[in-house]
DNA sequence: CGAAAACTAAAACGTACGTTACTGTATCCA
DNA sequence: TGGATACAGTAACGTACGTTTTAGTTTTCG
């Protein structure tokens, strides 16, 4: 029986992902890349350029999935508070999703460590940010009403703050403790 | 006039300081550290044994000033919630400091970046973090009792978060942001 | 003073890394 | 079937970087 192997570029997204996000992405070499995608050089050069090229679209395929991952969250909510909540329940599935595979936050972490960032890797980092802003405020709105960019930007900060604990290594169960928090800050906005 | 420079070993750790921080670590080669110092490998190498050695060090300082400045802002204040909320109003000052700068936080950032870090700059972040805990944790128990480690735990994930919007650009004064909504959860732990 | 220590300048070394080029092979499709 | 396309394997290139070495100069201090 014949065994199909995914192609060429999926195993090196899917390489890229493992590595450069729990490894780093300096840290990592491209042969590093090519041995776990068992591919060779010249197809990664041809399919994405440049490593940068590559991390830029391994950092479009975790933006689209944890979009998705919220999206499904927010979703099986039933009020109003437990779909702006709901940020965290989506947080705890994706990481224990099978695929997903980090020291934090692959976005906050590429920020970190590259200081001026290429147009492609750029434009994902920001649209990261900007989708979670947007979505906070929205979900704000019926809780907090004219206050609700107030209780986005607190939902905001703790959100940020239990993927910086990831790579603190405290508290031992962020996410919890992230989820409490905010909904008592929402409790605090009900007008 | 004769114009006394600081010794080398000095210049070298506010190089260091200024640079890795702001750059990144692996970001900046040892050769842009020499320039800014105004000294030469032989002297960096006598003195810090490695770059490793010369960032752990770097990092020490920045534990130093900014434990030195938290303390100064927990001693100023009159009761047990402003002494919980020092530690924002102290971040205020420090990233307001002259001789400070970086991207967001310099241990988060080396955590981050370095995967695994050599024992003596692992020993420093470890040290940040057991700082951060082990304070919180002492400033919340005059409010929350045998809570405080709840409340600990929340403020931990703000103050944290504060940091992180730092590398994210938004909201645009988290500090604030970070303050006002540690005091509701201080103020929801009232016993 | 004079020796030891600290420091500068510059070259050299070894290596790691991103990228390109070359060659051969398998796969797809008209 | 046959030619184009995708891909693997490997070697090579150029460069950037951490570190060492050497040699000469200044500073410190008993």
């Given amino acids: 029986m014949m065994v199909t192997r995914a ?7 899917r390489a890229a992902d493992r590595l450069l996000f729990t490894r780093g992405v300096q840290a990592t070499p491209v ?3 090519l041995r776990e995608a068992e591919t060779s050089a010249a197809t990664l050069y ?5 490593k940068d090229g590559l991390l830029a679209e391994a950092l479009e395929g975790r933006l689209a999935n944890w979009q998705a991952v919220w999206d499904a969250h927010i979703a099986e909510a039933s009020d109003d508070t437990s779909r702006l909540l709901a940020i965290f329940d989506a947080l705890l599935a994706y990481r224990d999703g099978e ?3 980090a020291r ?5 972490a590429t920020a970190s460590e590259i200081s001026n960032p290429p147009k492609p890797v750029r434009t ?10 947007k979505r906070l405020l929205h979900l704000s709105r019926p809780l907090a ?3 609700a960019a107030e209780l986005a ?9 239990v993927l910086a604990s990831f790579l603190r290594g405290d508290p031992a169960d962020p996410i919890s403790v992230g989820r409490r928090s905010a909904e008592a800050l929402a409790a605090s906005y009900r007008s």
């Fill in 153 to 161: 930007d607190a939902v905001e900060l703790m959100y940020s703050g």
């Fill in 104 to 108: 934090w936050c692959a976005f906050l």
């Fill in 124 to 133: 994902v980092l920001d649209a990261d940010s900007a989708l979670l802003r």
């Fill in 7 to 13: 192609p060429a570029r999926t195993r090196l997204l």
């Fill in 99 to 101: 695929r997903v595979s």
């Fill in 145 to 147: 009403g004219d206050r």
């Fill in 31 to 33: 042969d590093d890349l």
């Fill in 46 to 50: 041809a399919q994405f350029g440049s």
